[in-house]
């Protein structure tokens, strides 16, 4: 019985352990995220496996929060399971300075990383190692409809101001028409509303922390910032906003509902590709809004690709990395598939090509990510990086529970002031916790 | 005796039964038809219902992007490879429960049932642990442990509520002629209960196919299962909603005919003994 027991747990074993039987001599695992430039990528690694004969490639695409657990325990207990993965600019700080990541600094000179745009670079070096190379980068910036804009009797600035958004609002919202005059992100997440009012309480000259971490929840700014959204969301938002993240208003932008949206630049290709949206030909760009506090509204990302420590396969790794974040490869995606979806924000190189300035959205993209600067997010100083976070691992948790605070304030089940005394009792508290103030 | 139920009565339950089947069934069907609509009717106000020009150029797609049969293989290997473990060690344990209990059978019961109430995150990282030394993460042999382990209190359960219907006389009526106690099990005890086996196994391969947090976070390429699969189709930053919808009748297709044609045997088995 005992034999047969063992014999079967055996088989089973070896039947689990052969159905992919690789004979490639290297096989990179690369975990990654299901954005539009991710999918293309995948589309064309035909370019480099026939480059590189013997290494094979594997790819586990995952939705973005699954994602990012996934390879937060895979690094974090050094499982092993991936050889490339694609995080961004919140983790590879995090995660450079605990050494879970593999540094960048040796890649070869013909990759040129004097290229990519500094504003990025800086985001995705820590102590002068870089720790991943950016896929993609991306801001926020205004989205907004040229022919009701002209309707209304306005014209869009390149650099609007919040109360020019204001009242640009209030004249295109036609409630009777189902058009509402601005949309932008209520629901609650660190990566969904707590993006788009963190950078917008940058610009209104709040700030998370102050220099000795304490919360600034209890600070005018970020009453005016918080006020400012939830006033302008209630007269000319959507109904419902409070659920409305970035999917939802691209469907609604889409469909003509939106007067203007101001969310990553990323959307700038959905919004203008006729084959999924209405008003492909009607849209305009703009700077996200500031105060005139020196400050935009604006944050910064980057999908990048790091090697987590301890892979067999670093070197296989590297080309890979280097491959995917090269000049080559934004020429070999313009060939395939054209200019305007060449992952944007990552090259200086780029945005000095003449065929790539005629992408409509090209020299805002840029503009945008240059706006942000991850090093000095705010008006007053502050003790972390990052724009529309704040680069520290109890950030995700917090923000969260902050950003459903937020989320009850819009749909009015709580008010401005006690969803800012929650939220600044919150931090505190969890701030503590982390040991950050005494 | 029963109750006349008067025609009035019983249009107005049968109407009330419709509705809330329609309303537990509507979502697939939604997913269904959005599977066949292009990404810009799937978000489309007022929504279309079924005048649209169907396509299947997202089958299409996700036949391109994705290996369907890997995932499919994987989840029919998991599905059914902790079914036929659980049972195994199951069926004994049911037996011994049911016909020799002691005085600590009620507890282990509960016991058992008890370590379905930790939220399964609580154990995460002990097992990922665990895994990475065995050298178990991303193998379907990882996987099948996982869920037999996890499904195990169920088909216990399960189990020795069938078993517990099954007259104990019958059985000893089988020892005294002679029977061992493995004919016992074997030739009298399987037979009877076998609407019951089938039904704890087929309630089973439906748990183990939906499974979508060990079978996330365990694997990565080789062993992922369609609960994978469809993870792959979401997006928070693009609207794909036709290209998962897509994904999520792929995955469910197979599991939704099994249970279509394996329908009499679940209803009964869950309806096994309650009504006496």
């Not at chain 1, 691209?250 to 008003?279: E, H, R, Y």
């Not at chain 1, 409509?360 to 240059?370: E, G, H, R, Y």
Request: aromatic share 12%.
């Amino acid at each position: 019985m005992k034999k047969t027991l063992r014999a079967m747990l055996g088989a089973t074993a070896l039947i689990a352990s052969t159905t992919t039987a690789a004979f490639a001599d290297t096989t990179l695992t690369i975990a990654t995220v299901n954005n539009g430039d991710m999918i293309r990528m995948q589309g064309l690694t035909e370019d480099f496996t026939k480059k590189n004969p013997g290494i094979e490639l594997e790819w586990v695409t995952l939705e973005e929060n699954v994602l990012r657990t996934r390879v937060t325990q895979d690094v974090a207990t050094k499982g092993g399971q991936f050889d490339v993965m694609t995080i961004g600019t919140y983790e590879v700080p995090i995660w450079g300075k605990q050494g879970w990541l593999v540094s960048m600094n040796d890649l070869p000179d013909s990759y040129d990383v004097d290229d990519l745009l500094p504003a990025i670079r800086g985001g995705l070096t820590v102590d002068g190692e870089l720790y991943a190379a950016p896929f993609y980068g991306e801001s926020s910036m205004v989205m907004y409809r040229k022919d009701l804009m002209e309707k209304a009797g306005m014209e869009m600035p390149d650099a609007p101001s919040w109360h020019f958004i204001r009242r640009a609002a209030a004249k295109m919202t036609d409630k009777d028409e189902g058009i509402y005059g601005v949309c932008l992100r209520g629901k609650a997440g660190w990566g969904e509303n707590m993006a788009f009012l963190t950078a917008t309480a940058n610009s209104f000259g709040a700030r998370w922390f102050d220099e000795d971490w304490n919360a600034q929840f209890d600070s005018p700014e970020w009453k005016e910032a918080l006020t400012f959204y939830i006033d302008m969301m209630t007269a000319y938002g959507p109904p419902g906003a409070s659920s409305n993240g970035f999917n939802e208003n691209l469907a609604l932008f889409q469909q003509g509902k939106c007067g203007m949206w101001i969310d990553a630049t990323v959307a700038a290709s959905f919004v203008t590709n006729p084959k999924d949206s209405t008003v492909a030909d009607k849209v305009g760009f703009a700077l996200a809004p500031d105060n005139g506090l020196g400050k935009r509204g604006n944050w910064l990302w980057a999908w990048s690709l790091a090697i987590p420590a301890g892979t067999d396969d670093e070197d296989a790794a590297k080309k890979f990395i280097a491959w995917a974040t090269s000049k080559d490869y934004l020429a070999l995606v313009a060939e395939n598939e054209g200019w305007a979806n060449v992952p944007p924000g990552t090259r200086t190189s780029l945005y000095e090509n003449a065929e790539y300035a005629k992408v409509p959205f090209a020299k805002m993209t840029l503009d945008s990510i240059n706006e942000a600067d991850p090093t000095a997010p705010t008006v007053d100083p502050v003790p972390y990086t990052g724009v529309q976070f704040v680069a520290i691992p109890e950030f995700q948790g917090i923000a969260t529970a902050v950003g459903q605070q937020f989320s009850a304030a819009l749909a009015g089940q709580t008010s401005v002031d006690d969803a800012l005394a929650n939220a600044q009792k919150l931090t505190e508290r969890e701030m503590k916790r982390a040991g950050y103030m005494k | 005796m029963a109750r006349a139920i008067s025609a009035r009565r019983k249009a107005l339950n049968t109407a009330i039964a419709w509705t809330i089947g329609a309303m537990i069934f509507f979502p697939i069907l939604w997913t269904f038809l959005t599977s066949f609509k292009t990404e810009a009717q799937a978000i489309a106000d007022p929504p279309i219902f079924f005048l649209f020009d169907w396509t299947t150029e997202n089958y299409t797609t996700v036949q391109e992007r994705s290996n369907y049969f890997r995932h499919f293989w994987n989840s029919v290997v998991i599905s059914i490879g902790s079914t036929i473990i659980g049972l195994a060690i199951a069926i004994p344990a049911a037996w011994s429960m049911a016909f020799v209990p002691s005085k600590h059978t009620r507890n282990i019961l509960m016991w058992m049932l008890s370590t379905k109430m930790l939220p399964p995150v609580g154990v995460l990282v002990p097992i990922y642990l665990l895994f990475r030394d065995l050298k178990l993460l991303d193998t379907q042999f990882g996987l099948i442990i996982v869920l037999t382990l996890i499904n195990l209190p169920i088909i216990v359960w399960m189990l020795y509520t069938y078993f517990k219907e099954i007259p104990g006389e019958v059985l000893e009526a089988a020892r005294m002629d002679g029977a061992t106690l493995r004919s016992e099990v074997l030739y009298i005890l399987l037979p009877m209960a076998v609407p019951g086996i089938a039904s704890t196994m087929l309630l089973n391969i439906i748990l183990a196919w939906n499974e979508a947090f060990w079978t996330l976070n365990l694997t990565a390429a080789k062993a992922a299962p369609l609960t994978a699969f469809i993870a792959s189709y979401s997006s928070p930053e693009g609207l794909f909603y036709a290209k998962l919808s897509a994904a999520s009748t792929m995955a469910i297709a197979p599991i939704l005919i099994m249970g279509w044609f394996s329908q009499k045997q679940l209803v009964r088995g869950l309806t096994f003994g309650a009504v006496k």
